[in-house]
């Protein structure tokens, strides 16, 4: 069972992580200069008015998905359009990520700021699993049906060939690495049925929790 709380808080993570972003003020100068130039209407009711009203919009991050420059971006552009709540794992750097996206948002426009709810699983829950498989184990020769099926980009195999000496012939022997890249793999186990050689299972994730500061 998954359990889901909203703050209207100062998030303040043990050991808070500043997520580096390489260009971060040429790219907000970009997306400042965009939204002048399209305009951003102005959204002045609170969440929890949209919310009595019925018109209430979450973005959903994915309970076990923890691509923080992802995360922080998509945090930025959707406080921009004026979405109701962000929806994150229950993990200190993805919390970090999307505050910084939503102050990063209000410094370019006075937007209102939305609220942030945590995922947070006390059981076993489809929301909260990873793919995971040992990239040793698959044949080189293997068409990788996985990474082409990945939406989230979650998976990277590559080939690894050494050459060893057996009697008077040469022999490629080899080995795949790579495998789930964890951060990015949020769970939709479209991967589990198209793997040919059935190497691929899913583990249940669980987050850490931390502590709130609420102002």
Not at 129 to 155: M, Q, T
Not at 164 to 173: P, Q, R
Not at 193 to 210: A, R, T
Request: with cysteine; charged share 25%.
């Amino acid at each position: 069972m998954a359990l889901n709380f909203s703050i209207n808080a100062t998030i303040s993570p043990p050991n808070p992580v500043k997520v580096n972003y390489k260009n971060s003020s040429k790219t907000l100068q970009n997306v400042k200069n965009l939204v002048n130039k399209i305009g951003v209407p102005s959204i002045t009711s609170s969440p929890h008015e949209s919310l009595q009203k019925g018109n209430w919009v979450k973005l959903i991050c994915g309970a076990s998905f923890e691509d923080v420059v992802d995360i922080r971006n998509l945090s930025l552009v959707y406080t921009l359009v004026g979405v109701d709540c962000i929806d994150c794992a229950a993990d200190a750097s993805v919390v970090s990520a999307v505050s910084q996206g939503i102050e990063a948002a209000r410094e370019i426009l006075p937007v209102r700021r939305p609220w942030t709810m945590i995922s947070v699983n006390d059981d076993e829950d489809l929301h909260f699993r990873k793919a995971e498989f040992d990239p040793e184990d698959c044949p080189l020769d293997c068409s990788r049906p996985c990474e082409k099926v990945c939406p989230a980009d979650a998976i990277l195999l590559e080939g690894k060939k050494s050459t060893a000496e057996v009697s008077h012939s040469t022999n490629m022997i080899g080995e795949s690495k790579g495998g789930v890249i964890t951060e990015r793999c949020y769970g939709c186990g479209r991967c589990f049925p198209v793997c040919p050689y059935d190497k691929i299972s899913e583990c249940n994730y669980l987050g850490f929790l931390f502590i709130l500061e609420i102002d």
